[in-house]
């Protein structure tokens, strides 16, 4: 029988992304289920939830469920001169799921670009984040921003950090009264008013947004911002992998771990992001690592919710043998199978079973 007939939408996926990764020399990298829990309470806005499962360890110390992989592969790793390590794992997660109060073991697949970073491995990483996602699923879309084009301009507007994050919030809402509302608080110029509150508006094809930003009256650091995240999409359009990236300048993360570019994937069917990923030096410098870093994670668990919305039957053929010859029930199931059919063979079917066939011997 084929491993198609029988994996879940997320199952195969997991082989897939593996492979990929594996052709790009990404080694897998494997952990343990658990972490001191130090290194989780000192990173909680890191965190896509600061809900952490905790343990006392034998030794007294505090041990959590690992909600996270970047962290402990920053942790665990070391910085090597003028080299790149990189990374791909898939592991399982212990936290809050999207959408729900209750704790999840999630699988988590991504992959970790450390080291030496430059515009090669940036590149390299995203072109990555959109071969996942049309490992997934043909109808994707990947979203793009550059957090230094959104500090350049905060810079030139003379915002103090409070208004960054206040603005920062108000762009992921697409929110442009709250934008508005903080530029005037803080006396900010009319075209940097301007500027800010277009962030909201300017979404879609790289050309026409590169286009809308350059209207503006800029100065040189976000000039060279805006120059470094469209010659990645340039790099990207060389390989066909750009039709389907927009830049919207409502992903943002925190800019406390995070700089330069980060974006998210998205796939028809789940309203939610399934790939989320970034450069993150900042959070490097604060773990008192030198090198750079740029990764991602694609949420499984979300896949699992497609595959359960998109499935109608459970079994092709269900066989009920009530009190029939049970050789023959088993030879029908067998066949059945041999002949690619999925099937449930029982004394008696439940009704809760979906199937296109039932048999009763």
């Known amino acids: 029988m084929s491993l198609d007939l029988v994996l879940r939408d997320d199952e195969r996926a997991v082989f897939a992304l593996r492979e990929l990764y594996g052709k790009y020399g990404y080694a897998q990298?494997?952990?343990?289920?658990?972490?001191?829990?130090?290194?989780?309470?000192?990173?909680?806005?890191?965190?896509?939830?600061?809900?952490?499962?905790?343990?006392?360890?034998?030794?007294?110390?505090?041990?959590?469920?690992?909600?996270?992989?970047?962290?402990?592969?920053?942790?665990?790793?070391?910085?090597?001169?003028?080299?790149?390590?990189?990374?791909?794992?898939?592991?399982?997660?212990?936290?809050?799921?999207?959408?729900?109060?209750?704790?999840?073991?999630?699988?988590?697949?991504?992959?970790?670009?450390?080291?030496?970073?430059?515009?090669?491995?940036?590149?390299?990483?995203?072109?990555?984040?959109?071969?996942?996602?049309?490992?997934?699923?043909?109808?994707?879309?990947?979203?793009i921003s550059s957090l230094d084009i959104l500090n350049a301009i905060f810079d030139k507007a003379s915002l103090s950090q409070s208004s960054k994050k206040q603005i920062l919030n108000y762009l992921s809402q697409k929110n442009v009264k709250g934008v508005e509302s903080v530029c005037d608080e803080q006396k900010v110029s009319e075209n940097d008013k301007l500027l800010l509150t277009s962030l909201v508006s300017t979404y879609g094809k790289p050309e026409k947004v590169k286009n809308a930003l350059l209207s503006f009256s800029l100065d040189e650091n976000t000039k060279q911002a805006i120059d470094k995240l469209f010659s990645v999409i340039d790099c990207l359009n060389q390989l066909n992998v750009a039709d389907k990236i927009n830049v919207d300048f409502s992903v943002v993360n925190d800019l406390n771990y995070y700089n330069g570019l980060v974006f998210k994937g998205f796939i028809s069917g789940i309203p939610t992001s399934i790939l989320s990923g970034g450069q993150y030096d900042k959070l490097m410098t604060k773990m008192n690592r030198s090198a750079c870093a740029i990764g991602f994670a694609i949420y499984l668990d979300e896949l699992s919710k497609l595959n359960e919305n998109k499935k109608e039957f459970d079994v092709d053929v269900a066989i009920e043998y009530g009190n029939a010859d049970?050789?023959?029930?088993?030879?029908?199931?067998?066949?059945?199978?041999?002949?690619?059919?999925?099937?449930?063979?029982e004394k008696k079917i439940p009704c809760s079973v979906r199937y296109k066939q039932i048999i009763k011997l």
Request: glycine share 4%.
């Open 29 to 143: 990298y494997k952990m343990s289920k658990f972490e001191e829990y130090d290194l989780y309470a000192l990173n909680k806005e890191f965190l896509v939830s600061d809900n952490v499962i905790t343990f006392t360890d034998t030794d007294g110390k505090l041990m959590a469920l690992k909600p996270d992989v970047t962290l402990s592969i920053i942790k665990n790793g070391k910085d090597a001169e003028k080299s790149v390590q990189k990374v791909f794992y898939n592991e399982n997660v212990y936290r809050v799921s999207k959408g729900t109060k209750n704790f999840k073991e999630i699988m988590q697949t991504g992959l970790e670009c450390v080291g030496d970073i430059d515009d090669y491995s940036i590149t390299e990483v995203i072109m990555l984040a959109v071969k996942s996602l049309q490992t997934v699923s043909n109808d994707y879309v990947l979203d």
């Open 326 to 345: 049970k050789k023959q029930a088993l030879k029908m199931a067998y066949e059945l199978v041999e002949q690619g059919n999925s099937v449930l063979c």
